[in-house]
């Protein structure tokens, strides 16, 4: 099949459902934290829009960091348990053989998915901090970058309703709430 | 020597590659011309398949090669036909 062929000359083919669980899991961290960045940093009185992008490009490269380290490193003790069982029923060395090698590519789109979940939860919700000054003021700012992460997250719940074959709105609305439920706890803390 | 036309070898694989890309893989060998794998014992762990190959001149080291490369490995050679045309197994009383 065509579509099939595209899938697999881009390589979405080799994006398992541990992939998809990653990227919509730590891109749920991702989103959530920018909506308590963004929100947050408004409240504290940060001066204009270009202060709030350094602090969400702070967090971005911490959680990307973070997951693609960590995944990393437990895929490959996943692997390596997993290849162990696998030799020890064979009774052979697994070493350099397609078997080790589809694990290895499948520990690296893994840890790379986990990474690019919050890079993209976290930096679409800055971009309307570019905008800052011109055409909006802080407060219009911080809005819309609200709407962006309710918005990220929808995409993620609608995205994740694909596989689950739930009605995409209802589970769209089910992740997007999140954004709103973490920007109204953040305008009422302390400080 | 005589050129190998048939060989059927008994091989243990993990589950991943499949069968269906585990046989692709291997039948892409130049020296075969057609391959049979039929699945003869499933584990929690490991495949048990036999190998049916045929070709003109079966190079068995660049097979062999391939098997392992996809994790397989060769238990036994269970049957060889060389020569200038593929000789069966001939009944016997005592079969």
Redesign the interface.
């Known amino acids: 099949m065509a579509s099939n062929s595209i899938r697999e000359r881009i390589g979405i083919d080799k994006i398992g459902p541990i992939a998809r669980r990653y990227f919509v899991s730590n891109g749920f961290d991702g989103a959530l934290t920018g909506v308590g960045i963004t929100v947050g940093a408004y409240l504290s009185g940060v001066p204009d829009g270009f202060t709030v992008i350094k602090i969400g490009l702070g967090g971005a490269v911490g959680l990307t960091t973070s997951g693609v380290w960590s995944v990393w490193e437990i895929e490959r003790a996943e692997m390596q348990a997993e290849l162990h069982d696998i030799e020890e029923a064979m009774l052979t060395d697994l070493s350099e053989t397609q078997v080790e090698r589809d694990k290895t590519s499948t520990q690296v789109v893994n840890a790379l998915m986990s990474g690019l979940g919050p890079l993209v939860g976290l930096l679409l919700p800055l971009i309307p901090f570019l905008f800052e000054g011109a055409p909006l003021s802080l407060f219009q700012a911080t809005l819309l970058s609200v709407a962006v992460t309710v918005g990220v997250l929808f995409t993620f719940g609608a995205y994740m309703s694909m596989i689950s074959r739930q009605r995409w709105y209802i589970a769209g609305i089910r992740m997007g709430l999140a954004g709103i439920v973490v920007a109204v706890i953040s305008i009422f803390l302390p400080g | 020597m005589a050129q190998i036309r048939r060989l059927v070898v008994d091989v243990?694989?993990?589950h991943?590659?499949p069968v269906l890309a585990f046989t692709q893989?291997v039948g892409d060998a130049e020296s075969i011309a057609g391959i049979n794998a039929t699945l003869l014992e499933l584990?929690?762990?490991?495949q048990n398949v036999k190998l049916t190959i045929e070709g003109e001149a079966i190079d068995y080291d660049a097979i062999e090669a391939l098997i392992?490369?996809?994790?397989g490995?060769i238990h036994s050679v269970d049957q060889v036909v060389c020569g200038e045309y593929i000789v069966e197994n001939a009944p016997t009383p005592q079969d």
Request: net charge negative.
């Open positions: 243990l694989k993990p991943e590659p893989q584990d929690k762990e490991v392992e490369d996809a994790g490995t």
